[in-house]
């Protein structure tokens, strides 16, 4: 059979002595083969990974790994706290690396392609050499994957700390001993540190061990130990962020979010389609070849996703990217149903695996190619081409300029100005008119504006030209200002600059007081 | 399962506990604000420079609040913080107040420690400040300044809402800088100089009360002269007392005092100590303080002083009056909470 292990299982002997591991032994340098997923998710994932520009998220990352540390504690003290890990990360990535956006994004696609790779080490530690490489090449070619592999944020991370510390698990299970189950331990403690939801794999490590062993076993307690521990390692993120209120109260779980669900996992219908219906084969052929391990991989792939429905109430984590770690159990299950299709086909062949493989993964990959363009977009769909506006105030910027936002779509968030900040980081800068209060004296994000509560009545700038970034809805591109400002800006004659994806560039020029 | 299992679960249980409940009690977001805005000394040229400022503590959502003050004085030392007093008496009158005075001399550092815990618990400091030894002309005239800045400084630093009143019931002869020993442009002088400091400091999380006693013992003695102007003051206190010799109703007591300042100018006022003596009357006389505050829009509340000093104004033993206090607190009007 196709999905049969590469070594034959080992019979459990009579008698009082306890059962040998059931988990099977691959052969030893098969595993060297990883290295072809690897290279595959890396090649996809650097492929336009700098040419996508940064985004809401991206410049929040940028920001806080730029702060001095006291600044990052000002910061972290309001909000955030859960991403100090991954925000350290890139701190120090940074300081090595430089912040283009490749730069930044280079961690992600490292930590992607490292999750294909222990993917195939899984697969095949559970079932064999040829799934774990078809699944770490399907995996590779998801388009989720390029997209937050081409993402300066954390999901990457924890896709490859979820998938090293199920790997860890398993070798661990294989041969138990101290420095292994310590690994384990250890990678538990840093998926949990990079992002909680990462955890819920617990419930398919558990189903793993519960089904691998029975009552007698010291693995069982070995891995509830290992566990217990990690746990006390996690706890003091948890009682030290739990103070903070959770800013996802955007998140929807009504019929809509439920039903794009599967598309935002993938980014990718095609996708969804091919792997989900895949992968309930598969779950069917790997449940017949190998009883033990098939409810885990399940497991894996479903109970993350139940989870974050049903705890939407008090959680608000119902988002497709926050369960982007249960990609590789499914592109697992895809790759044993395609693997098996083609023993299903060509009985008793051992090469049988490879016709699904040939026939099915290059389609995949021609099926795929344009949501794989569409999430190498620029801007990221949705989203308004700041850099566009950018690119055209550096080309026609002149010393003594100022700059002035109308960013009703980014309102609170201030994401206009977080954009100028990181694309001008390098040049000089407009002088920015209307600010009170900077995002980092305030620890925030966002800055004041003077006319808020709190802070001083708007004055007339002083710059004789004033660039407007606007991003209203109306008409007239200073819709939506505070009368206050609108009348300040009356003072100024309004030269359109340019009009970018959701974005709309204004020239202010001070009209010639009159003789 | 072996025993052994038994005991590793339990230790790994027991020290998760221990954690959490240790870790609980570490406020991070205060930690951490405290390491970005505390440590920075003086910045000398080379150091690692102190972190970009936190802004002051905005006020001015506190100084028109939709409800009423309802606030008490209570006798606190070292040993005996305000909160856990003031804790006793809302469960009293069944309501939490939200202005707590803090008596300090001229010669005091600042509270900060207590005046976060009134804050922690809900309520807004009134930092009452007696300047018993310098004079005020010796105050305007700078020779304070070391000290007035350390104190500004350190409300600054804690960066949290407090009223201020400096040289209360300037217009009486009973305090070292009342009328007796002053001249009223001493004491504008000296507001006008202290808030000065505090501004250049930074010091804007202060509400500031300029607070005259009622006129009624002194009617001759006008009030005007001793008003530092609106750009130096947020609010008017007064402190005024129900007495058996004095006046015994609301709009005796307070009505021609109220009068005579919006003679010269339209800010707020708030009675930051009020009481009555013991009797019959008192519960009544608690009636009518209620009632006078809660019609009046000008009056954005008052502080019961809870304090047996000048006159026995205490009412933890008198149920009547206490029970009197309690179905008058009740009004929704009154008391919310301060953030």
Known sequence: MVLAPERAEVDTPTGGTPPEPEVQRPGRYTGLLAVVPFLAALGIGTTGAGDRQMWNNEYATWHAATLSFRDLAHLLSNTDLVHTSYIMLVKAWIAVAGDSPLAMRLPSVAAMALAAAFLTLIGRRVVNTPVGVVAGLLFAGIPAISRYAQEARSYAVVTMLVTLATLLLLRAMERPGRLRWVLYGVSLVAAGMVHFASLVVLAAHLVLVGRETNGEDERRYQWAGSVGIAGLGVIPLLSFASRQSASISWIKADLDAVRNFPRELFLSWTAAGVVVGLALIGALLLWRAHPRIAPAVVVWAVLPIVFVYVTYPVLHMFLARYVLFTLPAWSLLAAAAICGLGGLVLRGRSWAWALGAVLLLPAFGYLVLPDQREVRASPVSGQPDYRGAIDAIRAGMKPGDGIAYNDVFGQLSDLAREAVDYEMRDDQRPRDVFVAVTSVARGSYSARECGSPGTPVCTAPEAERIWLISTGYGKDPLDGLPPERRKLLAAYKATPQGSFEMVRLVLLTRNAPAT | ?339
Do not use: C
């Not at chain 2, 790994?12 to 959490?20: H, N």
């Not at chain 2, 390491?35 to 400022?53: C, I, N, Q, W």
């Open chain 2, 1 to 339: 399962m072996k025993t052994r299992h038994l005991v590793i679960a339990f230790t790994i249980m027991a020290i998760a506990v221990v954690e959490y409940a240790a870790l609980s009690r570490v406020n991070m977001s205060q930690l951490l604000r405290s390491v970005a805005t505390g440590e920075s000394g003086p910045v000398v040229g080379g150091s690692t420079p102190g972190p970009t400022p936190t802004p002051p503590y905005d006020v001015t959502h506190l100084l028109d609040p939709e409800k009423k003050f309802l606030g008490v004085a209570v006798d606190a030392d070292a040993d005996d913080p305000h909160v856990a007093k003031v804790e006793q008496f809302a469960k009293k009158v069944g309501k939490t107040p939200n202005l707590v005075p803090i008596y300090e001399s001229f010669d005091d550092a600042f509270a900060a420690a207590e005046a976060r815990q009134i804050y922690q618990y809900g309520a807004l400091p009134v930092v009452r400040w007696e300047p018993f030894k310098p004079k005020l002309a010796d105050i305007a005239a700078g020779k304070q300044d070391e000290y007035v800045t350390t104190f500004a400084t350190a409300v600054r630093k804690l960066n949290l809402p407090i009223v201020l009143t400096f040289a209360h019931e300037m217009n009486g002869n009973w305090y070292p800088w009342g009328r007796q020993r002053n001249k009223p442009a001493d004491f504008v002088a000296a507001w006008r100089h202290i808030h000065t400091i505090f501004a250049q400091v930074g010091a804007t999380n202060v509400i500031w009360a300029w607070t005259p006693n009622v006129i009624n013992p002194m009617p001759s003695v006008k009030l005007k002269p001793y008003y530092p102007g609106d750009e130096y003051v947020h609010w008017i206190g007064i402190d005024g007392y129900y007495t058996h010799k004095g006046k015994k109703t609301f709009d005796t007591l307070f009505e021609p005092t109220m009068r005579q300042i919006r003679g010269f100018t339209k800010k707020a006022f708030l009675l930051v100590e009020t009481a009555a003596e013991p009797g019959g009357t008192r519960p009544d006389q608690i009636e009518d303080l209620f009632e006078g505050v809660a019609d009046n829009p000008d009056v954005l509340g008052f502080i019961w002083f809870n304090i047996n000093g000048s006159g026995l104004w205490n009412i933890d033993r008198d149920n009547a009056s206490l029970r009197a206090f309690r179905a008058e607190a009740k009004n929704t009007a009154f008391g919310f909470r301060i953030e």
